[in-house]
């Protein structure tokens, strides 16, 4: 079983629209969560924590539900530059383990 | 600050040959980390260290050699190139703190390896 799944995408949707990601994770013991955001062939980078209270940063938006062991990831008001692809983090025992990323393009 | 270095930014090898990857960072990281990403798998964690002297195994290690012998450096060696290591491989930091985990990775560029 992995440990963290994603849905591979790819999400089509034109600009200003709201799109959401989930991502689930198998392993309890996962302490920390992020969500990196991956250009094509370029290195991952993170795009914002997930804390457990949830958090905003501007149009992005990241939950935490431990109960239900998944993440979510929020973009209001889609633009252009957007198109990536969105990878989760989940980190049990000093391990990142990576989803294997959802594809959003944004379209005119 | 170079952030994390990666060299060389592409290779191609046969079947049987070694090599090393190299990967440097600047910025006194204790935690690093090698990966291998695949299309479609995301990245797998090939093997980690949490300070110099002190490296461990991640999901995908054989085939790989690591060794940390200082702070900074962090190669990862191919002892006997196969197909199946044709990916790009990333190397992260991120720095320690009362909780290692809540901390960013920082990425380098990656290499992209082709063997033969």
């Known amino acids: 079983r992995k440990e963290v799944e994603q849905d591979p995408g790819p999400f089509n949707v034109p600009e200003g629209a709201t799109v959401a990601f989930n991502c689930t994770y198998s392993?309890?013991?996962?302490?920390?969560f992020f969500w990196y955001r991956q250009d094509c062939r370029k290195e991952p980078k993170l795009l914002m924590s997930v804390y457990s209270s949830g958090n905003e940063d501007g149009r992005f938006t990241a939950q935490l539900n431990r109960a239900s062991q998944y993440i979510s990831l929020l973009i209001r008001d889609s633009k252009l530059s957007d198109s990536a692809t969105y990878l989760c983090v989940v980190t049990p025992f000093n391990k990142f383990y990576f989803g294997s990323g959802t594809k959003l393009n944004v379209k005119p | 600050n170079a952030g994390v270095t990666q060299t060389p930014k592409f290779q191609v090898l046969k079947t049987g040959q070694s090599m090393t990857l190299q990967c440097a960072q600047d910025m006194n990281h204790e935690y690093m980390s090698w990966y291998r990403q695949d299309p479609g798998m995301g990245l797998r964690l090939i093997h980690y260290?949490?300070?110099?002297?002190?490296?461990d195994q991640g999901e995908v290690p054989n085939g790989y050699n690591v060794s940390r012998s200082t702070t900074e450096d962090f190669p990862l060696r191919l002892l006997s190139a196969a197909p199946s290591q044709t990916s790009v491989y990333f190397c992260?930091?991120?720095?320690?703190?009362?909780?290692?985990?809540?901390?960013?990775?920082?990425f380098g560029p990656g290499t992209r390896l082709t063997v033969l």
């Open positions: 260290s949490v300070g110099a002297g002190i490296t």
């Open positions: 992260a930091s991120s720095q320690t703190s009362g909780d290692l985990l809540y901390n960013e990775q920082f």
């Open positions: 392993n309890s013991a996962s302490q920390s």
